[in-house]
Nanobody, 123 residues
């Protein structure tokens, strides 16, 4: 079992930065691929980024590539999403997710989800 709690969301002006954190608990955390997703009002949930169990491989959706960086610190049981050059279209609830069966970054198939943290980017 893995439990996930996101933090770090808030209000930021366009061009600014935020760093999201996802605190994980559970003995299997270090072997799980982790991902970040987001959902804007009236839109479907969208994949944002994923990272392998040891942080050696990452995957990003095209719209955030070059602006966002996913990382993890297994010693702290935490995964991060550094978001730079934020745009109003990045406004969404951001969710942290963990895969039960994958150790490499994947676009889908996540079993555990956090409650989400709101990110709002003003123009």
């Amino acid at each position: 079992q893995v439990q996930l709690v996101e933090s770090g969301g808030g209000l930021v002006q366009a061009g600014g930065s935020l760093r999201l954190s996802c605190a994980a608990s559970g003995r299997t955390f270090s072997t799980n691929a982790m991902g970040w997703f987001r959902q804007a009002p009236g839109k479907e949930r969208e994949f944002v980024a994923a990272i392998s169990w040891n942080g050696g491989s990452t995957l990003y959706t095209d719209s955030v590539k070059g602006r966002f960086t996913i990382s993890r610190d297994n010693a702290k049981n935490t995964v991060y999403l550094q978001m730079n050059s934020l745009k109003p279209e990045d406004t969404a609830v951001y969710y942290c997710a963990a895969s039960r069966v994958h150790s490499q970054p994947v676009l889908q198939g996540y079993s555990y989800w956090g409650r989400g943290t709101q990110v709002t980017v003003s123009s």
